[in-house]
């Protein structure tokens, strides 16, 4: 996995590099001799300028909450907020994003840094995997894709908030240990309350809490272009993934490569997988296969995607551990299925 981390950011940004200069310098792919269809490039880079466009502004928001955390927040405050018993804390953190709704693609830099600053796993993991889904945004845009089914918009809500909950709890049970990479050595979780006398190597170089405003202000800065830099590449590799994965696939060949009763619902993971819409924009796209699938198969897409996708995925493995990284998009894809499955039968 790192090798595929250290050689494909490299790679990406030799392609985006050429990208730019043909955009800057007005020059054709028509006129670009390479072994690959030019109009088939052409939407490759289409597709990948435009998902790094739009997950640009809310991973620099992300960044920028984080840095404002790790200079600003004292060790333990964190901690003292969340709620003591489990069940609270899960529902508190699906909840959170009504308040601050963040695009997946802002969340993991904050959840990173709220982990290193006391949070528990259990609590963090549900905040990223509830709050691109329960914000009001993503309600208005999906209530607006789906003017003929205005109920989606509250079956989506509300199967997103009963799936974060079961897998905050199931972390809460079975995660023990700080799965982040930069934590040093191994913080025993009990019930998500961190022990050990180390912290994250961040952590120690937070600036004492009476350094000037100044002072921390450019700490901030710097924390954040660091931040940036660490998480554009893993968006920066996904984006692109993804725009190859979005240009290779048709709708016709949709319309005849879905399958039926469960195999709908697994088909749309894969799918919603491999595209990684963002939240506000994919019950657009839902819609619009609404003549071909039946209403649990769309509300599989529209909850599972946000919650893991392949740019998701490449940015978790680049701040969690991969044994903790591969256990979670299991427990999200089983739980998302058994839950779809029980709401499509109960609702639907």
Not at 98 to 122: A, H, T, W
Not at 200 to 213: D, F, G, T, V, W
Request: with cysteine; hydrophobic share 55%.
């Amino acid at each position: 996995m790192n090798v595929l981390f250290r050689y494909g950011t490299y790679a990406v940004t030799v392609v985006c590099a050429a990208m730019l200069y043909l955009v800057f310098t007005n020059q054709s792919l028509a006129g670009v001799s390479v072994p690959v269809d030019p109009d088939f490039l052409s939407g490759v880079t289409t597709i990948g300028i435009s998902l790094v466009i739009e997950a640009l502004p809310f991973l620099m928001l992300g960044v920028a909450v984080s840095a404002i955390l790790h200079e600003f927040v004292p060790e333990g405050v964190i901690a003292r907020w969340i709620p003591r018993h489990p069940l609270a804390g899960v529902v508190a953190a699906s909840l959170i994003g009504v308040l601050l709704p963040l695009c997946e693609c802002g969340m993991v830099p904050v959840v990173r840094r709220l982990i290193q600053k006391g949070m528990p796993v259990y609590i963090g993991v549900t905040y990223i995997l509830a709050s691109p889904i329960i914000n009001p945004i993503v309600f208005a845009s999906t209530s607006m894709a789906f003017r003929s089914q205005p109920e989606m918009a509250y079956y989506r809500m509300g199967l997103a908030f009963v799936i974060a909950v079961v897998i905050g709890l199931a972390l809460y049970a079975t995660v023990k240990r700080n799965p982040l990479k930069d934590a040093a050595g191994e913080q025993e979780y009990a019930g998500g309350c961190r022990h050990g006398g180390h912290e994250p190597h961040q952590a120690e170089h937070q600036l004492p809490a009476k350094a000037p405003l100044r002072r921390k202000l450019q700490a901030s800065v710097y924390h954040m272009g660091d931040e940036f830099l660490d998480m554009g590449k893993y968006l920066l590799m996904g984006a692109f993934i993804t725009a190859f994965i979005q240009n290779g696939i048709g709708r016709d060949w949709l319309a005849s490569a879905v399958p039926e009763g469960v195999g709908s619902h697994l088909f749309m993971m894969g799918f919603a997988y491999l595209i990684s819409l963002c939240s506000t924009s994919d019950a657009f796209i839902a819609a619009s296969f609404s003549s071909l699938l039946a209403p649990g198969a769309l509300l599989t897409f529209l909850v599972f995607g946000p919650m893991l996708d392949l740019k998701t995925s490449l940015m978790l493995a680049g701040v969690f551990r991969a044994r903790f990284v591969a256990g979670l998009s299991l427990l999200i894809a089983v739980t998302v299925l058994a839950c779809s499955l029980l709401w499509q039968a109960l609702f639907l």
